[in-house]
């Protein structure tokens, strides 16, 4: 069937009809208004760039500088969570009246654990003043920060470490840390520990350290002056203690944003003390922090969160 051309014009005039009497909605932008602000705001953190070994960084909001070893005898706080680090010591000690140089070997491999703990494996071992190698033993550490960085004076954290000793009675060692920065560019460590030897001639060592360091190149290099105090008894002479005393400059470089090397020459004050011992301390990190904590919120308009 045809459709008259009169019908046809009859239907399109309808059509246009009521389109003109229902006009599309405006939207604000499009009536001059201006689209609102929606502020979003929460605790979750947001990031930069890394500029300075104070930056505050992971989920304690601890320096970046505490997230590796700054010392050579002084430790601080806890590595982030997450974070891995290998580290190697080596420490050559000079006896007085003697040519003989003993070593000290230390492999250790850190993990940043959640809730501020931390655990540390190690493998021990050396050389003795007459050049042969020997195995000392294994140790299990675990550290654990009482707070997050600056809620406590000096960040204190607790440290208990058990020594696997292969040919010695095993040993372990209890250790209050401490930390702080005293002002812009200056670090400071503290550290007092007790250490007991469970069997044989059943040696125990009162022990305390402290290390001040200034970043001469800020995330470089850091010089400083660290110190080692230590009293020490067996079974049989706890009445006549062994005091030694030990002082001397500290060097902290960081070839990389991962990597670093620290070397403190500490030279005997007491006689009992050895001539000199070299402390030489190098790392190597993997996963943590990657930018700085900044706090803050975001503001953006509404028409963001529709597309």
């Known amino acids: 069937m045809k459709i008259q051309p009169f019908l046809l014009s009859i239907l399109a005039s309808s059509v246009f009809s009521v389109s003109a009497q229902s006009p ?105 003043g007459g050049g042969r190698g020997f195995y000392k033993g294994s140790s299990v550490e675990v550290r654990y920060a009482l707070a997050d960085w600056g809620k406590i004076p000096l960040n204190p954290t607790l440290y208990f470490e058990w020594m696997f000793n292969d040919n010695a009675s095993d040993a372990y060692e209890a250790k209050l840390l401490m930390g702080e920065v005293f002002a812009k560019r200056w670090q400071f460590a503290a550290n007092i520990s007790f250490e007991n030897e469970t069997g044989g001639a059943r040696e125990q060592e009162w022990s305390a350290t402290s290390a001040l360091s200034y970043a001469l190149v800020d995330n470089k290099l850091n010089i400083g002056l660290e110190t080692l105090w230590e009293r020490k008894t067996d079974k049989s002479s706890r009445g006549s203690a062994e005091y030694e005393f030990l002082i001397g400059p500290s060097f902290n470089f960081k070839p990389t944003n991962d990597t670093f090397i620290n070397v403190a020459p500490l030279f005997g004050c007491t006689d009992a003390a050895p001539r000199a011992e070299i402390f030489v301390v190098a790392g190597i990190r993997f996963g943590g922090p990657r930018g700085a904590n900044e706090e803050g919120s975001i503001s953006s308009p509404a028409s963001m969160f529709g597309r």
Do not use: C
């Open 24 to 128: 599309v909605p405006k939207t604000p932008a499009a009536r001059g208004e201006s689209l609102p602000e929606i502020l979003v705001t929460g605790s979750s953190q947001t990031l930069r760039p890394i500029t300075s070994q104070q930056d505050p960084v992971g989920p304690y909001n601890q320096p970046y500088w505490t997230t590796q070893p700054n010392f050579t005898s002084s430790r601080v706080y806890v590595r982030p969570e997450g974070q891995v680090e290998i580290v190697q010591f080596w420490t050559p000690e000079f006896s007085k009246g003697s040519n003989e140089v003993e070593h000290g070997m230390r492999t250790e491999v850190e993990i940043g654990l959640p809730h501020r703990f931390q655990l540390d494996l190690y493998q021990n071992y050396g050389i003795d």
